[in-house]
């Protein structure tokens, strides 16, 4: 007769049926196709339906690991009741959601008017996070498009939306920038594209040095804006400055 104690286990709630779990058949899945899954990377092709909740639940354990590390009481304090669960759904479900998703959807339309005229979007408010510290990045963008006759037009707000998918992630500006500006590109084929971003980086304002009033600006020209100083110049100076 079995006493309590030699009744097996339940399996963890993070696990499959075979014990594994769910982001490690997430990562299987990512290292047979030989694909990379940087911080920054889209993973979405690589998760099935449903694991995405698997995946929370498995974070929020995790997440609570690291706050007994930091000698909180989780069992007892009141104030990181729930803490571990509210994290986890934040990365995922939020800052870090653009990992895990599709691309969004776009409605891509021919230029039936044949427009060649500089067109530029923003200011755009980004929101994104440091890859080094997890710390907030937050910031304005603005879209230059130089298009041809054969560019597909998408609606403005199609551009704000590609910005979120591919900032909401863990990022270096830098890279977020040209990872935005291939993307742009691939969507729409323009003669040129031009793309500039400035934000505040809180591991400087809130760690670190505690800079409070430092901001990094960097740009992206591709086509016409790379080879055309005089459409740079003017892109450039349409771009609202701050008095």
């Not at 980004?126 to 298009?147: D, E, Q």
């Not at 729409?188 to 990094?216: I, N, Y």
Request: charged share 30%; with cysteine; net charge negative.
């Amino acid at each position: 007769m079995l006493r309590k104690t030699d009744v097996e286990p339940r399996p963890d709630r993070t696990d499959d049926d075979e014990g594994t779990p769910v982001s490690v058949k997430i990562r299987e899945r990512i290292t047979a196709a030989r694909k990379r899954f940087n911080a920054n990377d889209n993973i979405s092709e690589f998760i099935e339906p449903g694991e995405l909740e698997k995946l929370l639940d498995e974070v929020e354990l995790k997440m609570k690991d690291v706050l007994q590390s930091l000698v909180i009481d989780v069992e007892n304090d009141h104030n990181t009741d729930n803490t571990a669960r509210r994290v986890a759904k934040m990365y995922l479900n939020e800052v870090f959601r653009g990992r895990y998703v599709a691309a969004p959807s776009l409605t891509e339309f021919p230029n039936a008017e044949h427009l060649n005229e500089l067109m530029i979007v923003g200011p755009i408010t980004v929101r994104s996070a440091c890859s080094h510290h997890f710390c907030p990045i937050i910031g304005k963008l603005w879209i230059g498009v130089m298009p041809n006759e054969h560019t597909n037009v998408i609606g403005l707000s199609k551009y704000a939306r590609l910005a979120e998918w591919v900032m909401g992630r863990p990022q270096i500006q830098e890279e977020a920038v040209v990872q935005l500006a291939d993307l742009i590109q691939e969507k729409t084929q323009p003669d040129g594209l031009a793309l500039v971003m400035e934000a505040e980086h809180f591991c400087m304002a809130w760690r670190g040095v505690k800079e409070m009033d430092s901001k990094m600006i960097n740009s992206v020209m591709r086509g016409v804006f790379l080879k055309d100083p005089s459409l740079r110049r003017e892109f450039l100076s349409l771009l609202p400055r701050k008095a």
